[in-house]
């Protein structure tokens, strides 16, 4: 997955929290948290599509082979209950 670069100026930032009334080590804290929160990856609108749609792919082939497998169980059940009934009718008679 992609994301967009996002720069953040961590200097500035801790010069602003110091500003603020942060000491040194709690904004050099504040800056590394957010510059960690930032660096990891994010999925974006795209991305989400993206899966969806890959998603969706697997479901649709998920649900064919599915479908596959049925209809295989149902034809091989008609076939055993014809056997079945013949050799009933061959029983009775």
Do not use: C, H
């Not at 969806?52 to 059940?77: H, Q, S, V």
């Amino acid at each position: 997955m992609t994301s967009p670069a996002i720069t953040f100026d961590r200097l500035a930032y801790i010069d602003r929290l110091k500003e603020a009334g942060f000491d040194d080590r709690q904004a050099r804290a504040q800056a590394d948290a957010l510059d960690a929160a930032l660096r990891d990856s994010v999925a974006t609108k795209a991305d989400v599509r993206e899966s969806e749609l890959r998603l969706e792919a697997k479901i649709e082939t998920t649900a064919a082979n599915l479908r596959a497998d049925i209809a295989r169980w149902l034809f091989a059940a008609v076939v055993a209950l014809g056997g079945v009934i013949l050799a009933a009718v061959k029983f009775v008679k």
